[in-house]
């Protein structure tokens, strides 16, 4: 936010001056014109004194308590407008309606921020692109539906897209969710066993001086080393943890660990597909609303989710440029399968590339739904061995020195 200080004149004339706080300087203007100031003068202030600064962190903190933007929130919106729209509502009264009867604090502020730019004179792509909660795809598509008075279907698009993008995610955290209850499990278990039973057991076989068999001594070995550094370990993960996410929230972090992705075993293949669905999906819907290639291209590209396989998406829009086809650019990125190109192929000979890009999406989605499946049959054995050595070497290290004190003891 920057704080601009404006002067201009009302609807009867009169010499109005002050200071706002806003992103930009055109959003500064708009707003002006929506409150009827003609502005003669706006110049960029010095956004960081006094009360300026406490006013910015004050609606920071307020916009921080806020409920998030849920998918549910923006696929209701989405039908909401869908249905608004194939009415024949006017536009403004449409989104002032859904502010008013939405239950979500940060939906209806943003849609006030939408009303008060078209009031302003902006049209809808414009004002949603004003604010944060709206990708590149989702201002696309309701730029083109404007421009080819289709808009109530380019929403229908965008609930189709973002129902899929819902069940995509629902699907992963399906999957996940045992295994992470597992491992959760173990960690605490082993943190337990650790800190408190291996210390109790450790003193008595202290007491006796016997010869420990050598599961005994690594748990004693792994408790002691524990309790030593336990407090360094968990700082050094923290600071690891934080480190990581640093780096990958950074533009070469980012790429790099996107393309790790690809490459885990077991989950690396999955990875590939999803971004594969998120790419052709969308660039259909994009292609059947009359978007050119070359934006849809670069619009899918940032929004498939991975920065890598975005980068190679993005530079296909260099090999369009210059002339050449659809297939021969992907083929270059060497990102897309064998299917892929076939059927990009057949879609360019025959005119139905959007078509037959959806029937790649469709297919990729089943192939998703059946790796997801198979992954949580081969972690569940996997997880189940880890659990077995752990419990074996558990029941060895505490049960074998007790069998040979008692065996002492009666001999």
């Known amino acids: 936010m920057a704080l601009f200080e404006y002067s201009g004149r009302d609807t009867k004339g009169n010499l109005i001056s002050g200071s706002m706080e806003t992103s930009s300087l055109e959003t500064a203007m708009a707003d002006l014109r ?7 003068k706006i110049v960029q202030g010095k956004s960081g004194s006094g009360i300026a600064w406490f006013d910015n962190l004050n609606k920071q903190f307020q916009d921080m308590q806020l409920p998030k933007i849920t998918d549910d929130d923006l696929i209701m919106f989405c039908r909401q ?10 536009l403004l009264r449409a989104i002032e309606g859904l502010g008013d009867s939405t239950r979500n604090e940060r939906l209806k502020r943003m849609l006030g921020g939408v009303s ?36 109530d279907q380019a929403f229908h698009q965008l609930v189709m897209h973002l129902e899929q993008e819902k069940d995509t995610k629902k699907r992963v955290v399906a999957t996940v969710r045992y295994p992470s209850f597992v491992i959760g499990a173990i960690a605490v278990a082993l943190l337990i066993i650790n800190l408190k039973v291996i210390p109790a057991f450790s003193t008595v076989f202290k007491q006796f001086g016997a010869d420990l068999p050598w599961p005994t001594k690594l748990l004693i070995g792994t408790s002691n080393f524990t309790l030593a550094y336990g407090w360094y370990l968990l700082a050094i993960a923290i600071a690891a943890f934080y480190g990581v996410r640093r ?28 971004t594969i669905s998120r790419f ?30 975005g980068g190679k998406i993005s530079s296909m829009t260099q090999g369009i440029e210059r002339g050449d086809s659809l297939l021969n650019t992907a083929a270059n990125t060497q990102m897309f399968t064998p299917l892929v190109l076939q059927m990009i192929a057949v879609g360019e000979e025959t005119g139905n590339v959007s078509e037959l890009l959806n029937d790649i999406s469709d297919f990729y989605d089943q192939e998703v739904d059946y790796d997801l499946k198979k992954l949580a049959e081969n972690i ?20 074998l020195p007790m069998w040979d004190l008692s065996s002492a003891a009666r001999g």
């Open 116 to 151: 008060s730019q078209l009031q302003a004179g902006s049209d809808l792509a414009t004002s949603m692109a004003q604010q944060k909660e709206f990708d590149s795809l989702f201002i696309s598509m309701i730029r083109m539906g404007e421009a080819t008075g289709r808009l």
């Open 380 to 399: 569940e054995p996997i997880l189940l061995a880890i659990m077995g050595a752990l419990v074996l070497i558990l029941a060895l290290g505490v049960f």
């Open 280 to 309: 052709t999906r969308p660039f259909a819907m994009m292609l059947d609303a009359g978007v050119p290639l070359i934006q849809a291209l670069g619009v899918t590209g940032r929004t498939v989710g991975n920065a890598y396989v």
């Open 34 to 40: 929506g409150r009827g100031i003609m502005p003669s």
């Open 81 to 90: 407008m869908h249905a608004l729209m194939k009415s024949g509502i006017p």
């Open 247 to 274: 780096y990958i929230s950074t533009e070469k972090g980012r790429w790099r660990w996107d393309r790790l992705k690809l490459k885990l075993p077991l989950v690396g293949g999955i990875f590939e597909r999803i």
